[in-house]
């Protein structure tokens, strides 16, 4: 995503693969943001571990 450096860009998805290209993540749940952070800040959360887990990655094969 080089071409999107200088621009802010807000990205929804359901694609968690995204997610290590991200500098913010908003975590939602029911419409309301349940977290904020980093990707290294939100990876310790369990409703973080939940989507990757319904996404069928672990931890160990998405990082």
Do not use: W
């Not at 200088?6 to 968690?16: A, D, M």
């Not at 749940?29 to 980093?38: D, Y």
Request: aromatic content about 12%.
């Amino acid at each position: 995503m080089g071409f999107l450096k200088p621009k802010v860009t807000i990205l929804v998805t359901h694609q968690v693969q995204y997610l290590r290209n991200a500098h913010r993540i908003l975590l939602m749940r029911g419409g309301e943001v349940v977290a904020s952070g980093t990707i290294n800040q939100l990876k310790h959360l369990s409703a973080f571990a939940d989507i990757l887990q319904v996404c069928s990655l672990s931890y160990f094969t998405f990082f």
